[in-house]
């Protein structure tokens, strides 16, 4: 069947004898059997059963927000053999408190014998489309280094990072002290509580991703034993069974190191109070882990990028600082997202030295541009605009570098350091990009 539900029409032919289509619940063991023997960790087995287990759950119909449309698969009309694939996964982001509807490529593959055949470009674009059909402002990749680059992202925002801990950062209980929390395991009953701390705790971050209780719901029970992006939650309670905060991390050991993806507490709730005994339960999680897979627990890696609650309280056993990598993002449609953060661009410009900013910014990306006007402090308008030799506008950005002041990675003052191509015109427009675009911290723990 045709599907027309956005601008990329599939089933499409391809040259070579292959055909771009929409994924059907026939696939599923095709997809799991591309995925589990290409996307493989080196040291890790073949077939990951793992990844495998992950697409299985991607392609049911269970995932909150994942349907079998979603992927897209290229098959060689000669053999019926799968020979790349991709999936779409969607989500909310909260960029500063607005949530922005956001889509993932992942699970990009090509068997070695397809490769440099414009397959994944071919993929990115049905996808893309789809994505945008959605309402999708804003799509982000963990790809391989450069890669993405060439399908219109750029890396714009921390990714992972964080802190490590050794066993020597892990305090024994003294004497005959007793723990004084317990950390039992989240059951689906959790799945409001923990989703109302989450949302009480992403408000320190620029990116943070929004998991309601359904997607709660859906990473406490929704996913098979065996999907290695299933997570091990935990409750933290007193205990007299008075819940404080939860921590979540991988169902298997990577290396020989524990991940933790998540953990906050409740207002009102000590980090201080928390730390020692939640280094104590990781650790010993870590060890029983360790000895399940015959591997040696060497730490545990907090992912919660470069700034969390933890960090400040326990400075010395997370001293060990573990470098981040960056998300690919892209936006298609600049004038549409500014829209949509206008709120927000308004807020940070009340609390600036050019509180009630009135006037126009002229953003040259050599190519193309945007002009954006302001009056009393509020973005009013934002239009397409072209730079000419006689107009070259209030600051120019290079290629897709304007994304990096966007999202908080960069200030304008510290991108004009890297880019000698990026600059801007006067003391005015660099103040009021300043004040729009600060450096801020976030930390995405993505849907899967």
């Known amino acids: 069947m045709t599907d027309k539900t956005d601008s990329v029409t599939l089933p499409r032919d391809l040259s070579d004898g292959l055909t771009l289509r929409r994924a059907t619940p026939a696939d599923v063991d095709a997809v799991a059997e591309i995925n589990s023997t290409i996307l493989v960790d080196p040291d890790g087995p073949c077939p990951d059963e793992g990844e495998a287990a992950w697409t299985r759950d991607l392609l049911s119909d269970g995932h909150p927000t994942v349907i079998p449309d979603d992927y897209t698969v290229v098959e060689d009309r000669d053999t019926g053999q799968i020979v790349s694939a991709m999936v779409l996964i969607s989500q909310t982001w909260s960029y500063d408190g607005i949530p922005i509807a956001v ?67 892990v305090s024994a209980l003294k004497g005959e002290a007793t723990e004084p929390f317990v950390f039992r395991p989240a059951t689906v ?24 209780a359904t997607m709660w719901r859906y990473e406490l029970a929704g996913k098979g034993e065996k999907n290695w992006t299933r997570p091990v939650v ?77 960090y400040e309280v326990a400075p010395k056993a ?48 050599y190519r193309s541009g945007l002009l954006l006007k302001f009056e009393g402090g509020q973005l009013t308008g934002v239009e397409p605009w072209t730079p000419t030799n006689e107009d070259q506008g209030s600051a120019a950005f290079a290629g897709l570098t304007f994304l990096q002041p966007l999202f908080g990675y960069r200030t304008v003052s510290e991108l004009r350091e890297v880019y000698p191509d990026c600059w801007t015109d006067n003391d005015e427009a660099q103040a009021v990009l300043e004040a729009l675009f600060p450096r801020k911290a976030s930390n995405v723990w993505y849907v899967s």
């Open 318 to 365: 997370l001293a060990h600082e573990k470098r981040p990598y960056a998300w690919y993002l892209r936006v298609a449609d600049l004038p549409a997202f500014l829209t949509t953060i206008a709120p927000v661009l308004a807020e940070r410009l009340a609390r600036s030295a050019v509180v009630g900013y009135t006037g126009a910014l002229k953003l040259s990306f």
């Open 103 to 169: 889509g993932r490529p992942e699970q990009v593959v090509t068997r070695p014998a397809y490769r440099g055949r414009g397959l994944v470009r071919a993929q990115i674009e049905a996808l893309h489309a789809r994505s945008a059909a959605k309402g999708e402002l804003l799509q982000g990749i963990t790809g391989i280094p450069y890669f993405y680059r060439q399908f219109g992202y750029e890396m714009a925002v921390t990714l992972d990072g964080g802190r490590e801990v050794f066993a020597t950062g």
């Open 189 to 212: 009953d959790d799945a409001a509580w923990i989703a109302g701390v989450d949302a009480e705790a992403v408000g320190r971050y620029l990116l943070s991703d929004v998991r309601d």
């Open 234 to 310: 935990s409750v933290i309670e007193t205990p007299d069974g008075e819940a404080l905060g939860y921590v979540a991390h991988e169902s298997r050991m990577m290396s020989d190191r524990l991940n933790v993806m998540d953990a906050e507490v409740k207002p009102g709730v000590s980090w201080l109070r928390i730390a020692p005994g939640l280094l104590r339960h990781l650790w010993a999680a870590g060890e029983t882990m360790g000895a399940r897979d015959g591997k040696r627990m060497h730490s545990i890696v907090f992912q919660f990028g470069t700034e969390h609650p933890l």
